[in-house]
């Protein structure tokens, strides 16, 4: 088929991963010290070290005015988070609201608004004895809008959407803000943290604010009702510069000048930041893997390929296995691998859609067919090239087709089970 063709079916595939917005990305976060024993956190109590106490003096300085509200949060959040525990019980909110009057309202209060005092600038605070704060859901409200906590550390989503949490000993989310390294921008991690806060198996996946959100793109992949038991969960939230952090090379699709070819620096964001923020608060896990869709896929195989010894599983679904070759006449990530042979990682390849394959162009990837869809000839071609290179299905290299199914996440969803199931039985 005429390359401009290809080019523009690879975007449209590739494009279905989009970014969206997620809240504050946040301040930079640099690697907290680790310091958490391994594979508990019951409910965590931050990233960085800090003086006992020292959180809600930060935040009783902001509410007194002698400190910036701005600076206190970003301070706050790269340890123990929002809310803030006091020494005698009660919890100190501090909300970057917006113009307007603004109150709190949760479990605590049955839902009945209580005034938070204003600081300017759009803040608001209010500390609050709410008794037994285990599972307490709360929001803030102008009497118009109700929201989420900006900055709050834990939550949830209901029908309306995120929610924050005071307290949880329960499976629950936590949000990290503003991690960053090797020049990327900052970004949010969210984390799933299993019941109890132990956990065996450490996750870091892709495109994360797709993971969770019923209210992502085609309902997200509602990960948390597939998860096994054990399994703590690092969804990193991608960026517009997806295209560039998620791929190895350059590649031309189309967009006018080829884009691509920054992993290392996510890879680098991956071991810099994110490992080390995870271990300080939650702990190691004893079996680490990687997992993502379409680029999150190449991605998560791309970093297994280059630090094989830090992996233990990489799960690619729908994996966009011949980029290097969409447009450009260059490798693919899948010659590196196959060059390579077997060097630890189990590898999770699947795809829907479907054939006829075709390599129009001679360039060695079986991806100019117009009628194939959601990387099923890439991948059934990867499955082979890897097997020939050594790695044995069944037992190193899982491959699973699921015919017709599309690029999106309900479809992602539909199947997440399979890989997740067996990097639990790692």
Excluded at 147 to 168: K, L, N, Q
Aim: hydrophobic share 45%; glycine share 14%.
């Amino acid at each position: 088929m005429p390359a401009l063709d290809r080019r523009l079916r690879a975007l449209a595939c590739i494009a279905a991963v989009a970014c969206r917005a997620s809240g504050p990305a946040g301040p930079a976060l640099g690697a907290p010290a680790a310091t958490a024993d391994s594979g508990l956190a019951a409910d965590s109590g931050g990233g960085e070290p800090a003086a006992p106490g020292a959180d809600e003096a930060a935040v009783r300085a902001a509410m007194s005015g002698a400190r910036s509200p701005a600076e206190v949060v970003a301070e706050v959040a790269a340890r123990g988070g929002l809310p803030v525990e006091t020494s005698t019980g009660s919890f100190l909110f501090l909300c970057e609201c917006g113009p307007g009057v603004w109150s709190f309202a949760g479990d605590g209060t049955g839902w009945s608004p209580v005034p938070m005092v204003a600081l300017g600038g759009g803040w608001a605070a209010l500390e609050l004895d709410l008794g037994d704060a285990e599972g307490q859901r709360y929001k803030f409200t102008d009497g118009q809008a109700w929201i989420a906590d900006p900055w709050g550390r834990r939550f949830a989503y209901d029908d309306f959407g995120r929610i924050s949490v005071v307290r949880s000993g329960e499976a629950h989310l936590e949000r990290w803000f503003g991690v960053a390294a090797a020049g990327l921008a900052p970004r949010p991690v969210d984390v799933w943290v299993p019941a109890g806060g132990r956990f065996t198996h450490l996750l870091v996946a892709q495109d994360g604010q797709n993971l969770f959100d019923p209210a992502a793109l085609h309902g997200g992949w509602r990960l948390d009702a597939a998860l096994p038991p054990g399994v703590l969960v690092a969804a990193v939230h991608n960026t517009a510069a997806r295209f560039d952090e998620y791929t190895f090379a350059p590649d031309d699709i189309g967009l006018g000048a080829p884009v691509g070819g920054r992993s290392a620096d996510y890879a680098a964001l991956v071991h810099e930041a994110v490992l080390p923020l995870i271990e300080a608060a939650y702990g190691s896990g004893a079996v680490r893997g990687l997992l993502g869709s379409s680029l999150g896929g190449l991605v998560s195989l791309d970093l297994a390929h280059r630090d094989p010894a830090a992996w233990d599983a990489a799960l690619s679904l729908s994996g966009t296995l011949g980029w290097g070759s969409i447009g450009l006449d260059g490798p693919t990530l899948v010659d590196a691998l196959a060059a390579a042979g077997p060097a630890g990682p189990v590898l999770y390849l699947d795809a829907g859609g479907g054939g006829p394959c075709a390599d129009e162009d001679g360039d060695g990837v079986p991806d100019d067919a117009p009628e194939s869809s959601d990387n099923w000839c890439e991948n059934a071609w990867a499955r082979d090239r890897l097997a020939a290179a050594g790695y044995t299905l069944g037992a190193d290299l899982f491959h699973w087709w699921e015919p017709g199914a599309p690029h999106t996440e309900a479809a992602w969803a539909a199947r997440v089970s399979r890989p997740l199931d067996l990097f639990a039985a790692r």
